[in-house]
């Protein structure tokens, strides 16, 4: 069974940093993962994606809105994603999720394509 877990979520002043990271677990090798990214959702808003990366590669996808701001990166060997934030706002604000995903065509970064998905981790900024 697929698990993926984040953390590194909190609260923040507007101008601030954070670094969230998350784990996926419970798949084999064989099993063809092929992007696994970040994304988020606040309070009466649909989720969308922030940042994603194509596993075994280079190729990262970031939101227009996070753009020059964020950086998404894996770390192999600890098999670990991370989404580090700088010069948040406060329209950052909302419940970032980790998910992974077998589908391979697909927009990265469209939440509904995603199967795997994580508990959520808070980030608030604070004006």
């Known amino acids: 069974q697929v698990q993926v877990a984040e953390s590194g979520g909190g609260s923040v002043q507007a101008g601030g940093s954070l670094r969230l990271s998350c784990t996926a677990s419970g798949y084999s090798s064989s099993t063809y993962m092929t992007y696994m990214g970040w994304f988020r959702q606040a309070p009466g808003k649909e989720r969308e994606g922030v940042a994603t990366i194509r596993l075994g590669t280079a190729l990262t996808y970031y939101a227009d809105s996070m753009q020059g701001r964020s950086t998404i990166s894996l770390d192999n060997a600890k098999k670990t994603l991370y989404l580090q934030m700088n010069s948040l706002k406060p329209e950052d604000t909302a419940m970032y999720y980790c998910?992974?995903?077998?589908?391979?065509?697909?927009?990265?970064?469209?939440?509904?394509?995603?199967?795997?998905w994580g508990q959520g981790t808070q980030v608030t900024v604070s004006s």
């Open positions: 998910a992974i995903r077998r589908i391979l065509h697909d927009n990265p970064l469209s939440a509904s394509t995603y199967y795997y």
